[in-house]
């Protein structure tokens, strides 16, 4: 397969793991000649072949660590990994300084039904569906949060350190992707985030919010929390049973 820029050199490109997700299947794991002029950043030329580079995470040129400024000279040969869980390649070159000491989430137009899911499970997740990219964008860089999304473009802005493109469409399987993706797996603190809006749950007496509960709900329950942000309501009742229990269904 040969990429085509404006030019008479050539590099070899191949890339690994989930990193194919964004190539046409037929082209998946296959090594990739890619033509070009001047002395284009190796993440520009990247980036030209679909991959957006907060999927990175290792770029081998000859063979030898390098960063996203390394300029393509003529017969490179490139190989391009995606974000190790698994392996520690610390005496390597990562791409970034450091994982997300808490990660934190902002969402695209297209993931509300993620986001609810995100929140119920405890994680701090900006979702709006009148969010611009440029706003997604200026989130993750200034609230060290990772984006997800299922627009491969957006995770092609300069902006963005952290961002994965969610490959599941329902979103009972990417709850289960990003859980995994991130390995966050253990630290589930479900009900600590208000579904609507993301503020943060806490305890109150039942005497602060009487005036806003059912007349069978004040009778029946006794602990009540409160969202800091909206003021929304709640309390351990059936649909906190159902919604726990659909939670544990979901990761099991």
Same mark, same amino acid.
């Given at each position: ?24 299947? =037929? ?10 002029? $001047? ?10 072949? $679909? ?11 000859? $063979? ?8 393509? $000279? ?42 609810? =899911? ?46 994965? =493109? ?68 709640? =309390? ?17």
């Amino acid at each position: 397969m040969i990429m085509t820029e404006p030019g008479g050199k050539t590099a070899v490109f191949r890339f690994y793991g989930e990193l194919n997700d964004f190539l046409p299947l =037929w082209q998946s794991g296959r090594e990739r000649t890619y033509r070009f002029g $001047g002395k284009p950043s190796v993440k520009d030329a990247i980036e030209a072949q $679909g991959i957006p580079h907060t999927e990175v995470d290792l770029i081998l040129a000859n $063979g030898e660590a390098v960063g996203f400024d390394y300029h393509l $000279g003529g017969g490179d040969r490139i190989a391009v990994y995606p974000v190790f869980e698994s392996f520690d390649i610390t005496p390597l070159v990562r791409l970034r300084e450091a994982p997300l000491r808490e990660t934190r989430f902002v969402l695209d137009v297209n993931l509300g039904k993620l986001a609810r =899911w995100l929140r119920l499970a405890g994680f701090d997740t900006i979702y709006r569906n009148d969010l611009e990219d440029a706003e997604i964008a200026a989130l993750s860089a200034t609230e060290n949060r990772v984006v997800l999304t299922r627009d491969r473009l957006l995770l092609h802005r300069k902006e963005i350190d952290h961002g994965y =493109w969610v490959r599941a469409e329902q979103p009972d399987a990417q709850i289960i992707e990003v859980l995994r993706r991130f390995q966050l797996e253990g630290s589930l603190r479900p009900f600590l985030r208000c579904l609507e809006c993301n503020g943060r749950i806490q305890a109150v007496e039942k005497a602060a919010v009487w005036e806003r509960l059912e007349p069978k709900t004040g009778l029946h329950y006794e602990d009540f929390y409160q969202c800091a942000g909206c003021g929304k309501v709640y =309390w351990k009742g059936s649909h906190y049973d159902r919604m726990l229990a659909k939670l544990k269904s979901v990761l099991a």
